[in-house]
C-alpha cells in the first residue's frame, strides 16, 4: 500500500462509552430516544454500552494489538458541554485527553469527530437544527476541541453521515430526535448543518497542518454493466434523490463548488435570498477531504432502476447486501466529482458471532468482507486515485442504534453481561494484513 497509508478501526461516543450517571456528562437526544417504550430493540440502552469510558487502558492495548496506525473515536458533545455550550464538564475534558495521549503513546494517529449523532438534549430542547443558532453552538464546541486537542489532533470530521444528521432525525423521524418536518423545514436543518461545519472547519483551520471533512453515507448505487449510460445513469442515482435530504450533491456541492445544486434553487425558491448565499461562503472548503463510510452495493441499470443481487445474494447480519461494487464506484464517484483526497471512514459488516467452544470468535464471513473490500482500495490505489486511509467498522461490538446490541460489527467481541473482551479472528487477521501490507 502507500507509504503513511492510515489503516485504522472506527467507534462512537454513543456506542461504547457508556455513563452510569457520575461522570458530569449530560444527557444526549439519544439517551432520551432510549427511553421512549417500543424505539430500539428491546428498550435497550447505552447506559453501560461496551463500557469504554472505564476501561480505556485495557481497550487502548488491544487498539496497539491491532498494529492499526489511525483510530477514528468521536467525543461526546454533552460529555464535554453537558448543555451543549458554557459549563465545561473537566471530566470529560480529560477522559479524551487521556484517550488522545494513550494513542499517540502508542504510534496512532487520532482521527476526531465531532458529531457522531449525540445531541445534547439541552440543545435539542431549543430546537436542535430548527434552531438559527445550531452553527453558533456548534462553532463553540468546535473551538473547546480545538484550544484542548488542536496541539495533538490534526484530523477532524465534523458530522458524521450528514443525510443521518438531517434526513433521519428531521425528516423521517427515525432517528434520534424524531422530528417529522416537511421538506423545506429539513432543506433549512440542512442549511444550518452545513454552516455549522463551515464554521468549524474555519475554527479547525488555526490548527497547523490540519483536515476537516464530514463522513458522507451512500446508498452505494453503482453501475450493473461497463456502458458509459449505465455509468451515467448510477452516478446520477448515486449523487441525486427526489428528497434533497437524502442526495449526497445537496450536501457536498455547497461544499466544494460554494453553491446547492441549481434543482434545488428552482425547488425552494427561498434559497435565493441573500442570507443564504452569505452562509455558502463559509461553507466553501474546496480543501475538504472527502470522508465515506460504505456497507454495500446497490447495482443500477441504464434506466437508473435498482437490480436486485439475485437469489441467494451473501447477506450480512442487517439484511444488506455483501457487495464490495459499492465501495469501488463510491469513491470514484466522488473523487471524480470533488477531486478530494479520500479516507474510506467507516466499512465494515454485522455478523452473527458466537464464542465457540474452544473461546474463540471464528467470524470467518468478516475477514472474508474485510478482503475483499481491501482489495477494492488495492485497485483503488493501483489506478492512482488519491485514497489516504481506511478504518474498519468497529474496533468493539457496541450499541447498534435502533437495533441495540443485537448486531455485532466489532474486530473485538464484547460478551454484554461481563464486559469481557475477546479478540475475533478478524482481529488477528487485520493485524497481520496490517503488518505485511504497510510500508
Ligand atoms: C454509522 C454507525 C453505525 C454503522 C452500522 C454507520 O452508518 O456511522 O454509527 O453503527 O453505520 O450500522
Not at 51 to 79: I, M
Not at 154 to 177: D, L, Q, R, W
Not at 322 to 329: A, F, K, M, R, S
Not at 395 to 423: A, I, S
Request: glycine share 8%; aromatic share 14%.
Amino acid at each position: 500500500m502507500k507509504k503513511n497509508f492510515l489503516y485504522g478501526v472506527s467507534t462512537s461516543a454513543f456506542q461504547i462509552e457508556g455513563d452510569d450517571g457520575t461522570q458530569g456528562r449530560g444527557l444526549s437526544v439519544w439517551d432520551s430516544f432510549c427511553e421512549r417504550k417500543g424505539t430500539v430493540y428491546q428498550d435497550e440502552n447505552a447506559k453501560i454500552a461496551a463500557d469504554h469510558y472505564n476501561r480505556l487502558q485495557e481497550d487502548l492495548d488491544l487498539l496497539a494489538g491491532s498494529n492499526v496506525n489511525a483510530y477514528r473515536f468521536s467525543v461526546s458533545w454533552p460529555r464535554v458541554l453537558p448543555e451543549g455550550t458554557g459549563k465545561i464538564n473537566g471530566k470529560g475534558v480529560d477522559f479524551y485527553d487521556r484517550l488522545i495521549d494513550g494513542l499517540l503513546t502508542r504510534g496512532v494517529t487520532p482521527f476526531l469527530t465531532m458529531y457522531h449523532w449525540d445531541l445534547p438534549q439541552s440543545l435539542s430542547d431549543k430546537g436542535g437544527l430548527q434552531n438559527d443558532d445550531f452553527s453558533k453552538w456548534f462553532e463553540e464546541y468546535a473551538a473547546l476541541l480545538v484550544k484542548k486537542y488542536g496541539d495533538r489532533v490534526k484530523h477532524y470530521i465534523t458530522f458524521n453521515e450528514p443525510i443521518n444528521v438531517v434526513h433521519s432525525s428531521y425528516y423521517s423521524g427515525v432517528f434520534a430526535p424524531g422530528y417529522r418536518l416537511n421538506e423545506w423545514q429539513t432543506m433549512q436543518c440542512l442549511h444550518r448543518m452545513l454552516t455549522a461545519h463551515g464554521r468549524a472547519r474555519n475554527v479547525i483551520r488555526s490548527v497547523q497542518g490540519s483536515e476537516t471533512g464530514m463522513a458522507m453515507s451512500t446508498f452505494e448505487e453503482y453501475p450493473v454493466c461497463g456502458s458509459l449510460r449505465c455509468v451515467e445513469a448510477a452516478k446520477e442515482k448515486f449523487f441525486q434523490k427526489d428528497l434533497a435530504s437524502e442526495s449526497i450533491d445537496a450536501y457536498l456541492d455547497p461544499v466544494y463548488f460554494g453553491k446547492y445544486p441549481d434543482r434545488l434553487y428552482d425547488k425552494f425558491p427561498a434559497l435565493n435570498e441573500k442570507r443564504y448565499a452569505e452562509d455558502l461562503k463559509i461553507i466553501c472548503g474546496k480543501e475538504d477531504i472527502l470522508c465515506f463510510n460504505n456497507y454495500s452495493g446497490t447495482p443500477v441499470d441504464e434506466g437508473k432502476k435498482s437490480v436486485s443481487h439475485g437469489s441467494g445474494a451473501p447477506l450480512n447480519a442487517m439484511g444488506g447486501a455483501v457487495d464490495p461494487n459499492g465501495l469501488y464506484w463510491g469513491c470514484r464517484f466522488l473523487a471524480e466529482r470533488y477531486k478530494a483526497p479520500l479516507y474510506v471512514t467507516e466499512n465494515g459488516v454485522a455478523c452473527n458471532d458466537i464464542v465457540a467452544l474452544d473461546g474463540k470468535v471464528h467470524d470467518e464471513n468478516r475477514v472474508d468482507f474485510l478482503e475483499r473490500h481491501l482489495a477494492v482500495v488495492r485497485r483503488l490505489i493501483d489506478e492512482k486515485a488519491d485514497i489516504r486511509g481506511y478504518f474498519v467498522w468497529s474496533f468493539l461490538d457496541n450499541f447498534e442504534w435502533l437495533f441495540g446490541y443485537t448486531k455485532r460489527f466489532g474486530l473485538v467481541y464484547v460478551d454484554y453481561q461481563t464486559l469481557k473482551r475477546t479478540p475475533k479472528d478478524s482481529y488477528r487477521w487485520y493485524a497481520d494484513y496490517i503488518r505485511t501490507h504497510k510500508e
